[in-house]
């Protein structure tokens, strides 16, 4: 099997590519209109939230509290709007603020007191969970929801030049502005990781720790900014949640997103770009189990509807497997072929040629 | 001398977790704006108290007044159990956290940080539910029997004894499958067993909403739920058969469950501490690779934790729903045992001891926050406290590194530099 994809590497990727493309376009005729904009629309929340996994994840840290994060972020939007009849994007601002300074406690917990990290982030994702909602009950009174028609949710914004291209227009504009900040933030993202010194600090980190200290690099701050930056991320997604689509807060409202972001990040193989085009998948898979509960015609019950993206994910996450299997064995394969090469040609340079006769 | 200094330790560092886990949440209480040691002695007294609990002494004296004298009468409040004690029930709701608890820990034994005991449990409690009340259906059908009354003597008790044995067997091996499939990926494919087990939480949990929603669902009742088990199938509780005099155990559903519970604690020391197998576990969990070069099948030692683990949570299912809710309804499939056992595991340190102990204290908490509910507190309380009793007890290190300290300054010896925690 392994052997097959070797060999057949660059026309097994042209036809994932191609078949990708295919189905893409299939997407494109066969669903109608609303869906394909509601599925960029719910792929936003794994689109930041992979970005906040992947940038942790490229400084060598899992960052599994990214589920925690996002709660508090999209808690914290709608608390500070309360009844206070601000700007919603103060509500954005204070969410993105919670979240990095959730991150910066999280790596100093992990860094500096040196808490197991997958137990720290399960504490934290279950304080999270249990404190918005003791909060909730204490301050607001409310129970099961946070609204108040003070809330304002983000506007929608209609780009300026593309709303006017026929067909794209109207699928790629309409959005508010959260959605457009993920996209945004892919290209920030990938340019700091690419193009700056901290993302090259960050990436050394991420390869090889002792590396990078030996270097000169100072390891436990560059950890501690890409987690806060990490959080940052994470908490702009929370914001989407809960000012994006509905404008008000509920009882564990991230349900699962944040670790469905970590397994995108994993399958973009921690890339920015890809993480966008993973996340767009998956959030294909949450409109179209959305959209067929809605159709009388079609009596699944809805249940095994939302059982859709959970066995998307699965599926995903073997296929990552699968592929970073792949990409170890190629890289060996490459390894020992150029190894061997050297190994060759030293072998020519040390041992001299046996003597002509003459 | 050392070996004391070692007992002290051990116990030191989670009562200092649990008084600063504790000390931190009376600061959300005070936020809520009331008084931190009456919400806490009452939240003991409703997870942990007798009859007649009020304060923090009440748990172990209490006064009550007898009824017919008129006089304060003083009792040693664990033993009088009039009108039931809060413990019972505590010990009914911790007996599926510890077996959960105990399934997490053998895998975090191999190193598997696995946390689908939810997915398993879910999936071990259907199958024992439908095993429960349609295979003596069936054997009632066969035998041509109308009332199920009628069956008495011999028949009854190989059917009280054969049908749970069953049920059980069915949960374990369900449970094992499900989480076999978590371990094969690891091996396999070296898939993150942290993200492929709540994945397969979520697909769990789902689709037993699922079934419980649809084929499974009895009658036309608001919340979906499914037939309730025979009787035959009953682990019954110790406050309707066997103790049914002792006061102690009334208003619980704390039975047979709780003595399997024990039964599987001890089964899992011998088999970590004791055996051959539990011994390879270990070393795999310790360094993988070295175990493989020491010729320790760590791949099967695997597999083999993970089966155990599955069966174990698939059997915490099993018991808590042929013992205490006797029907599968809908919302037990979310109701989160599996995850409280993962937290039991990680308080208790993967000691089997512990987590007897931790389940206890866990569950008498999440019963004290139920009940705090009926005053101004929510009961997300409990889950806060836990939470935080958990980042407290992971500071291990820097506690030790922190006591180590203290000792030095008042020990004759100044030139001995602190022990260097080891790094994470």
């Known amino acids: ?358 | 001398m050392k070996r004391l200094r070692q007992i002290i330790e051990d116990f030191s560092i989670p009562t200092i977790a649990v008084i600063l886990g504790l000390v931190a949440s009376s600061f959300f209480v005070v936020l809520a704006g009331v008084s931190p040691t009456e919400t806490f002695a009452r939240l003991f007294c409703e997870g942990f108290g007798s009859r007649g609990c009020e304060t923090f002494g009440d748990l172990l004296f209490v006064e009550i007044e007898d009824e017919d004298t008129g006089l304060f009468v003083t009792h040693f409040a664990p033993t009088y159990g009039d009108r039931g004690h809060a413990l019972a029930l505590a010990l009914e709701q911790a007996t599926p956290l510890i077996l959960t608890a105990l399934s997490a820990t053998v895998a975090f034994k191999v190193g598997m940080f696995s946390i689908g005991m939810d997915g398993q449990l879910v999936l071990g409690a259907v199958v024992a539910t439908v095993i429960g009340y349609a295979l003596p259906n069936q054997i009632y059908l066969w035998a041509g029997v109308e009332d199920p009354e009628m069956v008495v003597g011999l028949p009854l008790i190989m059917m009280q004894i054969f049908i749970p044995t069953l049920a059980i067997s069915g949960a374990m091996i369900t449970g094992a499958f499900y989480s076999w499939i978590a371990g094969f990926l690891k091996i396999k494919l070296n898939v993150n067993e942290l993200i492929s087990t709540i994945v397969l939480n979520a697909i769990a949990v789902q689709f037993v909403g699922y079934l419980i929603n649809f084929p499974l669902r009895a009658d036309l009742n608001n919340v979906g739920r499914s037939e309730r088990i025979d009787d035959t199938a009953w682990l019954i509780p110790f406050s309707r058969a066997i103790f049914e005099d002792i006061d102690w155990f009334s208003g619980s559903r704390l039975g047979i469950g709780i003595v399997i519970a024990v039964i599987m604690g001890i089964i899992i020391w011998v088999f970590l501490w004791r055996t051959k197998a539990g011994y390879e576990q270990r070393m795999t969990q310790g360094a993988r690779k070295f175990a493989v070069f020491g010729g320790i099948p760590a791949e099967r030692a695997i597999i083999r934790a993970m089966l155990i683990s599955g069966a174990l949570s698939g059997l915490a299912g099993a018991v808590q729903i042929l013992g205490v809710e006797r029907r599968i309804v809908d919302g037990f499939a979310s109701s989160g045992i599996g995850f409280d056992g993962v937290l039991i595991a990680i308080l208790a340190k993967e000691s089997i001891l512990g987590i007897f102990i931790v389940g206890t204290l866990f569950a008498g908490l999440k019963i004290g926050s139920i009940n705090l509910q009926f005053g101004d507190i929510p009961r997300q309380l409990g889950s806060m406290i836990i939470a935080l009793i958990i980042l407290f007890t992971s500071m291990e290190d820097f506690f030790r590194d922190w006591i180590t300290r203290i000792r030095l300054r008042f020990s004759p010896i100044r030139d001995v530099t602190p022990e260097k925690s080891k790094d994470v």
Do not use: C
Request: charged content about 15%.
């Open chain 1, 1 to 358: 099997m392994l052997e097959f994809i070797s060999t057949h590497q660059k026309t097994l990727q042209r036809l994932l590519i191609i078949g990708g493309g295919i189905l893409a376009l299939l997407f494109l005729f066969a669903l109608p209109q609303n869906v394909i904009k509601s599925s960029i629309r719910l792929s936003t929340p794994f689109l930041l939230g992979s970005l906040a996994a992947l940038i942790a994840s490229r400084a060598g840290v899992l960052n599994l509290a990214i589920e925690g994060k996002m709660l508090l972020g999209a808690f914290i939007a709608v608390a500070v709007l309360y009844k206070t009849n601000l700007d919603p994007w103060v509500g954005v601002l204070a969410a993105t603020i919670s979240g990095g300074l959730l991150g910066t406690i999280f790596a100093v917990l992990y860094l500096r007191i040196r808490i197991n990290l997958v137990i720290l982030a399960l504490a934290l994702n279950l304080f999270v969970a249990n404190a918005t909602v003791f909060f909730m009950r204490v301050w607001y009174d409310s129970y099961g929801t946070l609204a108040d028609p003070s809330i304002q949710g983000l506007p929608t914004i209609d780009l300026p030049i593309i709303q006017d291209i026929p067909v794209a227009g109207t699928i790629l504009s309409g959005y508010n502005a959260i959605v457009y900040i993920g996209w945004l933030m892919v290209i920030v993202i990938w340019l700091i990781l690419e193009r700056t010194k901290f993302g090259r600090h960050i990436r050394a980190v991420g390869e090889n720790k002792e590396a990078a200290e030996t270097v000169g690099i100072n390891v436990t701050r560059v950890q501690i900014f890409a987690l806060t930056l990490s959080g940052m991320l994470a908490g702009i997604a929370g914001a989407f949640l809960s000012l994006g689509v509905l404008s008000q807060f509920l009882e564990n409202m991230s349900a699962g997103r944040g670790w469905i972001a970590l397994t995108v990040a994993i399958f973009a193989l921690n890339r920015p770009l890809p993480a966008f085009f993973t996340s767009l998948f998956f959030g294909a898979a949450e409109a179209i189990s959305l959209y067929i509960a809605r159709q009388p015609e079609i009596t699944i019950p809805p249940d095994l509807i939302s059982l859709l993206p959970q066995v998307a994910t699965l599926l995903a996450l073997i296929a990552v497997a699968l592929r970073i299997r792949g990409s170890e064995v190629m890289k060996r394969r490459a390894f020992v072929q150029q190894f061997s090469q050297e190994f060759d040609d030293l072998k020519r340079k040390i041992i001299p040629p046996p003597p002509q006769e003459t």
